[in-house]
């Protein structure tokens, strides 16, 4: 594990045992004294609180993770995990939403259409990209990607990282609602494979215009819900105070979307989350994106989109 840049609270063990085995080995060069014998006390120590803490996170401590400020972005898998990328843009009716993006890609020889959120690394990126939170046309222009794909018989891959669709009065005034509901419907009778992975936040709508899907996996930790914990705790306590026992109750992290039967697994990641260890993070997701084409591909067109319809109908039924 690398030296922890941002930390946060639930953190600070690691990163004063980091600073302690950093401080052990600058006294070691500088006074050539043996301090071996401390150092592998230090990082045994190291080893098992890591262990224990990333093994036992609250749904909150999930929800930090999942916005670390160095975890790897659609980008940065595209970048590590394609042989080649051709960033395609527009909706053809409004204009290029930056907070989505999409194109022809290449991973092990095999020709995909790759859609995903993008939100920035700094500021100013941040902005340029809307943070992640899309719009109309970006739905629209998602839509028409997995169109073209269709049209030269392409499977479709995506990557959801967002904090929700765009609240706009601009986007409600362009269909920002309407534009969600036809991806969720294009999307379930789609006649190409789709694979989508949430890597980073999964939040309501936004997550779900390019969602839907026959693989739907969540990294291990990211969260997936309706709601945000501090929206969610605005609405039912008129504060974000109770953020932390909202993100509880929504039973939003990858654990309990798989034990709930929404997800078709979790990924595992890196000791102390993808930004850890990007490349390590992107093998993972390229070997299973790899392993879903393979099996997907022998199915025949008809019975993948019923079975797609059906693992989506059936959530949320209760039989008493």
């Avoid at 009716?93 to 790759?114: E, S």
């Avoid at 930004?275 to 008809?302: F, R, V």
Wanted: aromatic share 6%.
């Amino acid at each position: 594990m690398e030296q922890i840049k941002t930390s946060f609270d639930f953190e600070k063990p690691i990163a004063e045992l980091m600073q302690q085995i950093e401080k052990v080995k600058q006294v070691a060069d500088k006074t050539k004294v043996d301090m071996s014998a401390t150092l592998i006390e230090l990082e045994e120590k190291l080893s098992k609180t890591q262990n224990a803490l990333y093994t036992n996170l609250t749904g909150w401590q999930e929800v930090q993770l999942s916005r670390h400020p160095e975890r790897p972005q659609t980008l940065d898998y595209i970048s590590m995990i394609c042989d080649d990328f051709v960033e395609l843009h527009g909706d053809r009716t409004v204009g290029d939403d930056k907070a989505i993006i999409g194109g022809f890609a290449t991973i092990g020889g095999q020709t995909v259409m790759i859609i995903g959120h993008q939100k920035g690394k700094n500021t100013k990126e941040r902005q340029y990209r809307n943070f992640g939170m899309a719009n109309p046309e970006g739905y629209r222009k998602a839509l028409r990607l997995m169109r073209l794909a269709e049209k030269f018989n392409k499977p479709v891959i995506s990557f959801i990282d967002t904090m929700g669709a765009y609240p706009g009065i601009e986007a409600e005034e362009r269909g920002q609602g309407e534009a969600i509901a036809r991806n969720l419907l294009e999307m379930s009778v789609l006649k190409v494979p789709i694979v989508c992975f949430i890597v980073g936040e999964g939040a309501s709508g936004g997550a779900l215009g390019i969602g839907i899907g026959d693989k739907v996996y969540m990294l291990e930790h990211t969260w997936y819900s309706v709601i945000s914990p501090e929206s969610c705790s605005s609405i039912l306590w008129r504060s974000w105070d109770y953020k932390e026992k909202a993100a509880e109750c929504l039973k939003l992290t990858s654990t309990d979307m798989y034990k709930n039967q929404l997800i078709d697994g979790v990924i595992k990641e890196p000791l102390g989350g993808a930004h850890q260890n990007p490349a390590a993070m992107a093998e993972t997701l390229k070997a299973q994106i790899l392993s879903d084409l393979k099996e997907l591909g022998k199915e025949k067109t008809e019975k993948m989109i019923a079975t797609r319809i059906e693992k989506f109908c059936s959530m949320g039924v209760v039989n008493e």
